[in-house]
Nanobody, 124 residues
Framework: QVQLVESGGGLVQAGGSLRLSCAAS????????MGWFRQAPGKEREFVAC????????YYTGSVKGRFTISRDNAKNTVYLEMNSLKPEDTAVYHC?????????????????WGQGTQVTVSS
């Protein structure tokens, strides 16, 4: 069983930056692929970024490419999402997720564990 706890959300002005963290429990974190997803009010959950078990492969949705960076520190059981040049349309609850196959995937149902989420609000 893996437990995921996100942190780092908050209120920021457009153009600002935030760094989200997702701390994982359990000894097998390094074997999991990790993903970030977001859900805005009244909208479907949306893929944001993912990273494979080693950190060697990353993928991003088009709207965040060049602005967001996903990374991981397996020694700290933590995955990060660095968000720069934030826009009001980035406002959502951001969730991290873990996939025990270790392969980075954009498909939500492939993930086995989910965190509760952290709110990101970008004001215009």
């Amino acid at each position: 069983q893996v437990q995921l706890v996100e942190s780092g959300g908050g209120l920021v002005q457009a153009g600002g930056s935030l760094r989200l963290s997702c701390a994982a429990s359990g000894p097998t974190f390094s074997g999991y692929a990790m993903g970030w997803f977001r859900q805005a009010p009244g909208k479907e959950r949306e893929f944001v970024a993912c990273i494979n078990w080693s950190g060697g492969n990353t993928y991003y949705t088009g709207s965040v490419k060049g602005r967001f960076t996903i990374s991981r520190d397996n020694a700290k059981n933590t995955v990060y999402l660095e968000m720069n040049s934030l826009k009001p349309e980035d406002t959502a609850v951001y969730h991290c997720a873990a996939d025990d196959t270790g392969r980075a995937t954009v498909i939500p149902r492939e993930y086995d564990y989910w965190g509760q989420g952290t709110q990101v609000t970008v004001s215009s």
